[in-house]
Every structure is written in structure tokens, then in C-alpha cells.
């Protein structure tokens, strides 16, 4: 079947630290890759996505690759601001259904 | 910058009680999806609707739910007896369906009602 795994949380980190969230799938077939992003009292917001093996989707210092090889598609940041602080979600696409990793709540603190 | 609408934001309903979720998709967009987020778990897909019909759904959604375009711009959930384990908040979202492969598509998301059955 399909399915998510998504590095537990909540993580706090100081500013400016580097920043790992790990996700692992699990699809039949070539599923497009999707972090999104929910900030407090908001929807999910696309933060980049990768649609083949190889692929890199960045955005706003946000960086993750799709690594068929090892089935993750783990979200990277080199210098985490407050404004950063968030629940994120790894998700996969198969057919037009979504994934969705458990999600991983991110605090910076200044 | 075009958004996906929810309302209400929050809706509490007696048990056994017909609720109606609202929707406005970004309105040049071909899918629609409803996804739901029991409180500490994960999102789950529930259906999408292409060309006035489901497309896909998953067997949370049985024949308490049914959606519904009712006109051009408004997409709806309705859950037809709500129980307690429909407490949850119902995510809204459309993709742009031109791309010919939906999978690769972004799905735009709405802030989600918080359904709440008491």
C-alpha cells in the first residue's frame, strides 16, 4: 500500500540551527513527493515538491530531494528562523489521493 | 493570490445530527477533495469529485457522507447522522486537474472546519 513516515516531534531548535525532518515512504508505482506546511490557525500550504527520483524541491531556504534508492524525501533547512515555526507534513501522491506523514511540529525559539 | 474558503470554522453538532461542511475551491480548478484530521493523528483522504462525480474515496467514507457541487462555486460534506468519531477537523482542497497527470498536481488547501460532536 501507501504510506507516509514522518519523523516524530515536537522539535525545538535555537535560531539559526540546521534543520532535519526525516520522511520514508512507502508506494506502488512513482508517487510525487509534497512537504506542506500549516501554521497556527491556518491551512496546509504547499512548501515544495518533487515529482521523479532525483527530483529537488526547494523553497523559502527549504530544501528536500527525492531519493528512490532509500524511498525519503527528508526536509532540510541550513538556518531555521522563529517565523519557521510550524507543523510540517510529508506527503505522497498516488492517482489524486494524498499521503500524509503524522506531521512534525517545529519550534524555533530566538 | 487565489485561496481555497472553508465555513464555519468551527461546528458543533449533537450526535445523530446531519452537519454540512462548505467549501469554495479556487475557482479554475477540475478536482476537489475533502480530507479529514482526527485530533493527534494523520490527515486522511476521504474523496474527490471530478466532473460532478467521486472519483476516488476511501472506506471512511461510507453512506454517511456524500458530497455535492451544488453550483458552480461551492463544494460540500455532508455527514448525514454524525457520531463521536466524526469529531475531527475536515480539510477542503482543489488542484488545477491541467497538468493530465493528477498525481503531480499541488492540491490547495482550505484552513479546515473543526468539527466537534458532542
Known amino acids: 500500500g501507501n504510506s507516509v513516515t514522518q519523523m516524530e516531534g515536537p522539535v525545538t531548535l535555537s535560531e539559526e540551527a540546521f534543520l532535519t525532518i526525516n520522511c520514508t515512504y512507502t508506494?506502488?508505482?512513482?508517487?510525487?513527493l509534497f512537504w506542506y506546511v500549516q501554521y497556527p490557525g491556518e491551512g496546509l500550504q504547499l512548501l515544495l515538491k518533487?515529482?521523479?527520483?532525483?527530483d529537488k524541491g526547494s523553497n523559502k531556504g527549504f530544501e528536500a530531494t527525492y531519493r528512490k534508492e532509500t524511498t525519503s524525501f527528508h526536509l532540510e533547512k541550513g538556518s531555521v528562523q522563529v517565523s519557521d515555526s510550524a507543523v510540517y507534513f510529508c506527503?505522497?501522491?498516488?492517482?489524486?489521493?494524498?499521503?500524509f506523514g503524522t506531521g512534525t511540529s517545529l519550534t524555533v525559539i530566538p | 493570490e487565489p485561496e481555497v474558503t472553508q465555513t464555519p470554522s468551527h461546528q458543533v453538532t449533537q450526535m445523530g445530527q446531519e452537519v454540512i461542511l462548505r467549501c469554495v475551491p479556487i475557482?479554475?480548478?477540475?478536482?476537489f477533495y475533502w480530507y479529514r484530521q482526527i485530533l493527534g493523528q494523520k490527515v486522511e483522504f476521504l474523496v474527490s469529485?471530478?466532473?460532478?462525480?467521486?472519483?476516488?474515496k476511501s472506506e471512511i467514507f461510507d453512506d454517511q457522507f456524500s458530497v455535492e457541487r451544488p453550483d458552480g462555486s461551492n463544494f460540500t460534506l455532508k455527514i448525514r447522522s454524525t457520531k463521536l468519531e466524526d469529531s475531527a477537523m475536515y480539510f477542503c482542497?482543489?488542484?488545477?486537474?491541467?497538468?493530465?497527470?493528477?498525481?503531480?498536481?499541488?492540491?490547495?488547501f482550505g484552513p479546515g472546519t473543526r468539527l466537534t460532536v458532542l
Open positions: 482542497a482543489s488542484s488545477p486537474g491541467t497538468s493530465g497527470r493528477p498525481s503531480t498536481d499541488t492540491q490547495y
Open positions: 508506494a506502488t508505482g512513482y508517487p510525487s
Open positions: 518533487a515529482t521523479k527520483a532525483d
Open positions: 506527503a505522497l501522491s498516488r492517482g489524486n489521493q494524498f499521503y
Open positions: 475557482s479554475n480548478h477540475l478536482y
Open positions: 469529485f471530478y466532473n460532478n462525480e467521486i472519483s476516488e
